[in-house]
């Protein structure tokens, strides 16, 4: 593990007083195979559902993902108006699960923390609750965020608050989305050296986007300068670094450029963080106050 090196100087052991954890490929390994057919099922959903060109679909999966953070946000901002729900569940609905089996070392390390512990993905509940339930972890967290915590609206059309909202953030490039059917040519866009259109707004909140953390800090009750967040996304690390949470990268062993830590498994997490095993006594007050805080908050 690489670590900034004014960390153990502090030496306290309350530094932290929850540790906030992203779901895919980072709670089970990448190498489980998982990743690779969501993104598979995202592009027949494109294909499928959405009549994306077959010769276009791949490249524009990546560019969708890489200016707005997930495939689903990426599209609705460019005009495609699909259900949420009908989404997920095609993404989601023929992943073979089976590849992900119990993991009774990432249990017992987890429930030998005492200290808060919150998932925070950018997946659905359905999807989030088959993964820990899979990986035999359903009981070991104090709450849940993700899609839908974020995303409290679902609907398969443009309301007219977003209306609203979006013309007056973005009123240019989201005017073709009203009128109908045009859908803005995100592909031109990024072949673009300056760029000369603007790039419209999604109505998703999601990671790595400041407002899915800003959100999450309120609704967890999370003080992000107390909190270890574990990603295995530099981009999602990156964004909430700034934001003041201590960062985590999981799945690679060397340490980017602004990232604090790097574990290549999250089981090295007891080596990493010895710490968090001896702040029962100092925090066990108030960890049960705020469990309760957060089982009546967080609705996932
Ligand atoms: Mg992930």
Same mark, same amino acid.
């Given at each position: 593990?690489? %670590?900034?090196?004014?960390?153990?100087?502090?030496?306290?052991?309350?530094?932290?007083?929850?540790?906030?954890?992203? *779901?895919?490929?980072? *709670?089970?390994?990448?190498?489980?195979?998982?990743?690779?057919?969501?993104?598979?099922?995202? @592009?027949? %959903?494109?294909?499928?559902?959405?009549?994306?060109?077959?010769?276009?679909?791949?490249?524009?999966?990546?560019?969708?993902? !890489?200016?707005?953070?997930?495939?689903?946000?990426?599209?609705?901002?460019?005009?495609?108006?699909?259900? %949420?729900?009908?989404?997920?569940?095609?993404?989601?609905?023929?992943?073979?699960?089976?590849?992900?089996?119990?993991?009774?070392?990432?249990?017992?390390?987890?429930?030998?923390?005492?200290?808060?512990?919150?998932?925070?993905?950018?997946?659905?509940?359905?999807?989030?609750?088959?993964?820990?339930? =899979?990986?035999?972890?359903?009981?070991?967290?104090?709450?849940?965020?993700?899609?839908?915590?974020?995303?409290?609206?679902?609907?398969?059309?443009?309301?007219?608050?977003?209306?609203?909202?979006?013309?007056?953030?973005?009123?240019?490039?989201?005017?073709?989305?009203?009128?109908?059917?045009?859908?803005?040519?995100?592909?031109?866009?990024?072949? @673009?050296?300056?760029?000369?259109?603007?790039?419209?707004?999604?109505?998703?909140?999601?990671?790595?986007?400041?407002?899915?953390?800003?959100?999450?800090? !309120?609704?967890?009750?999370?003080?992000?300068?107390?909190?270890?967040?574990?990603?295995?996304?530099?981009?999602?690390?990156?964004?909430?670094?700034?934001?003041?949470?201590?960062?985590?990268?999981?799945? !690679?062993?060397?340490?980017?450029?602004?990232?604090?830590?790097?574990?290549?498994?999250?089981?090295?997490? !007891?080596?990493?963080?010895?710490?968090?095993?001896?702040?029962?006594?100092?925090?066990?007050?108030? =960890?049960?106050?705020?469990?309760?805080?957060?089982?009546?908050?967080?609705?996932?």
């Amino acid at each position: 593990m690489e %670590y900034e090196d004014d960390l153990n100087q502090q030496g306290s052991t309350t530094k932290y007083d929850c540790l906030l954890f992203d *779901l895919d490929d980072t *709670l089970y390994p990448y190498s489980s195979g998982i990743a690779g057919h969501i993104t598979s099922n995202i @592009q027949e %959903y494109m294909s499928q559902k959405l009549g994306v060109d077959q010769s276009k679909v791949v490249d524009m999966c990546y560019v969708l993902y !890489k200016y707005y953070g997930t495939t689903l946000a990426g599209l609705r901002a460019i005009g495609y108006h699909f259900d %949420y729900d009908d989404y997920h569940g095609f993404v989601h609905g023929t992943l073979p699960y089976e590849l992900l089996k119990p993991d009774p070392v990432l249990r017992n390390l987890l429930l030998s923390f005492p200290i808060r512990k919150v998932v925070f993905t950018n997946s659905d509940k359905a999807h989030t609750y088959e993964v820990l339930g =899979r990986l035999g972890l359903e009981d070991c967290f104090d709450g849940i965020i993700c899609f839908e915590t974020l995303n409290t609206a679902h609907r398969s059309t443009v309301s007219q608050a977003e209306i609203t909202k979006n013309t007056s953030d973005c009123r240019d490039s989201v005017s073709s989305m009203i009128s109908g059917s045009e859908i803005f040519d995100i592909m031109e866009y990024s072949r @673009q050296s300056n760029h000369g259109s603007t790039l419209p707004k999604t109505p998703i909140v999601c990671k790595p986007f400041e407002e899915a953390f800003e959100k999450t800090f !309120k609704i967890a009750e999370i003080n992000p300068h107390r909190t270890l967040f574990f990603d295995d996304s530099v981009r999602n690390l990156l964004t909430s670094a700034q934001m003041g949470l201590h960062t985590v990268l999981v799945g !690679k062993s060397e340490r980017p450029k602004g990232v604090d830590f790097a574990l290549e498994c999250i089981h090295n997490i !007891k080596e990493a963080f010895p710490e968090l095993l001896e702040a029962e006594d100092k925090s066990k007050n108030t =960890r049960y106050s705020q469990e309760v805080a957060i089982e009546t908050s967080v609705i996932a």
